[in-house]
Each structure stands twice: as structure tokens, then as C-alpha cells.
T-cell receptor
């Protein structure tokens, strides 16, 4: 099946710094990628939809100026957590969509996640 | 997206069949039912998807009654490695703004 990678897998940073997380589709092109956040013992929450060549669409309550998303190519989307604070510590997961031949549907493939710890 | 309700947790033993039922009373006509599996500190993994009746693949079976207001994921002969959180999602097949509920934590014991 299709493979989605994330880098780094784990990052620890100081409060106030910015952290960039990369999401790559390794063997397919993805016009749309998604970013999720998951706190301990909780479910995944969609943060934003990343569209190649255009601005990301953020879910309600997600600060677009704090979570910068760039989808510059069909295989790469990046999430930058700006001025990170301890409450931003979480597990960030991306996913990429493959459209099926009919164009009516597709399947999402998830990355392995990035564990962010802000001290 | 239709709201789903699943049991919070289920315990089982190796070799047993595990059946997880998901309620989705407000499922729409064009909605599909999809199940994902998530291991700790990993991204979710697609298990199976269906619209009605029964779907089977090499990993699991999905049973959907005629009214489609619920569905049951069946994991045959589970092993310790099947310990994970299982999510039931309902939505349009081409709507990939997935909305994950709380999921069901399945613990398989030796």
C-alpha cells in the first residue's frame, strides 16, 4: 500500500521556539493532505486540510497563524508550530489521500506521527 | 458526519473472535462505514470499509444490517498484536475530513 512518512518522529523543544514537521507521500502524489492532533488517551482531531498550491483550510478553533501549513509540492506538506508552548505538546499525525480511478472516492493513508514535547 | 457510538473498551484472549459494534443512527443514504486501527504512538491504519450487508478482507469482516444504523467489525482469532484502538467512522466515501470518535480499546490477553 501507499506509504506516508513524517519527520521528525519525535521532537523536544523549548517554549517559544518554532518547530517544523514534514509529511511526505513516498510513492504517490497527494493533492490533499490532512493534519491531525491527538492528546494522550484521546481521539484524533482534524486540524486542517492542506491543498497543494493553495491555502490550507483550518478547522474551527485552530489558529492558522500558530499552525502554519505549507503544501508546496504533490508529495510534501509541512506543519510549523510557531512559538510553541507546553500546551502544544501532542502527537501530530498527517494523512494523504489517493483518489481512486473513478474520482468519486479514495483512501487516506496516515503517517506514523510526530511526538512534540514543549518544555 | 453521522455521530458514532462504540464501547470504550473490550477484553479478549488470544484465538478468540472479537466483535465490536458501532451505532450510527443518523447515517445518511450516501454514507459509508469505515474502520481504522491505531497502535500506540502510530498513525491509524485502514482496516475495512462497507456500505451494506457484509464485507470481508484478509484482516476482518464488516457486518451491516439492512437499516444500516449499526455495524459490527469482526476480528477472527485475535492475537496479542491486535491490541489497539479501533475507530468506526461514517461519512461520504469522497469526504475525507474524517471525524474520529473515541474508539474502542481492544486488549488481547494471552
Amino acid at each position: 500500500g501507499a506509504v506516508v512518512s513524517q519527520h521528525p518522529s519525535r521532537v523536544i523543544c523549548k517554549s517559544g521556539t518554532s518547530v517544523k514537521i514534514e509529511c511526505r507521500s513516498l510513492d504517490f502524489q497527494a493533492t490533499t493532505m490532512f493534519w491531525y492532533r491527538q492528546f494522550p488517551k484521546q481521539s484524533l482531531m482534524l486540524m486542517a486540510t492542506s491543498n497543494e498550491g493553495s491555502k490550507a483550510t483550518y478547522e474551527q478553533g485552530v489558529e492558522k497563524d500558530k499552525f502554519l501549513i505549507n503544501h508546496a509540492s504533490l508529495t510534501l506538506s509541512t506543519l510549523t508550530v510557531t512559538s510553541a508552548h507546553p500546551e502544544d505538546s501532542s502527537f501530530y499525525i498527517c494523512s494523504a489521500e489517493i483518489q481512486d480511478i473513478s474520482g468519486l472516492g479514495g483512501e487516506q493513508f496516515f503517517g506514523p506521527g510526530t511526538r512534540l514535547t514543549v518544555l | 458526519l453521522a455521530k458514532t457510538t462504540q464501547p470504550i473498551s473490550m477484553d479478549s484472549y488470544e484465538g478468540q473472535e472479537v466483535n465490536i459494534t458501532c451505532s450510527h443512527n443518523n447515517i445518511a443514504t450516501n454514507d459509508y462505514i469505515t474502520w481504522y486501527q491505531q497502535f500506540p504512538s502510530q498513525g491509524p491504519r485502514f482496516i475495512i470499509q462497507g456500505y451494506k450487508t457484509k464485507v470481508t478482507n484478509e484482516v476482518a469482516s464488516l457486518f451491516i444490517p439492512a437499516d444500516r444504523k449499526s455495524s459490527t467489525l469482526s476480528l477472527p482469532r485475535v492475537s496479542l498484536s491486535d491490541t489497539a484502538v479501533y475507530y468506526c467512522l461514517v461519512g461520504l466515501i469522497n469526504d475525507y475530513k474524517l471525524s474520529f470518535g473515541a474508539g474502542t480499546t481492544v486488549t488481547v490477553r494471552a
